[in-house]
Nanobody, 121 residues
């Protein structure tokens, strides 16, 4: 069983930055970030492979968000820059058990509790 604990959310002004962290217990897997805004479906943000060498991003965050993985700490990070109000959402960390990462939320078995990110105008 894998437990995921997110941190780093908060309130930031448009154009600002935040860094989210997700610490995983148990085995190491590919990991991803998803987000869900009020009244909307959960959407893919970014994923990183188990090794940390392969990443992928949603078009809406490409060039502004960076996902990275520290395997020694079994922790994944999401560095978010140039934040826009439309980034306001609850951000969820997801992991494994498949060895190939995906932008589809259905392939992930382990989820964190979520952390709120609010971007004000």
């Amino acid at each position: 069983q894998v437990q995921l604990v997110e941190s780093g959310g908060g309130l930031v002004q448009a154009g600002g930055s935040l860094r989210l962290s997700c610490a995983a217990s148990g085995s190491s897997y590919p990991m991803a970030w998803f987000r869900q805004a009020p009244g909307k479906e959960r959407e893919f943000v970014a994923y990183v492979s188990q090794s940390g060498r392969v990443t992928n991003y949603a078009d809406s965050v490409k060039g502004r968000f960076t996902i990275s993985k520290d395997n020694a700490k079994n922790t994944v990070y999401l560095e978010m820059n140039s934040l826009k109000p439309e980034a306001t959402a609850v951000y969820y960390c997801a992991a494994g058990p498949r060895v190939v990462p995906s932008c589809q939320d259905t392939i992930y078995s382990y989820w964190g509790q979520g952390t709120q990110v609010t971007v004000s105008t």
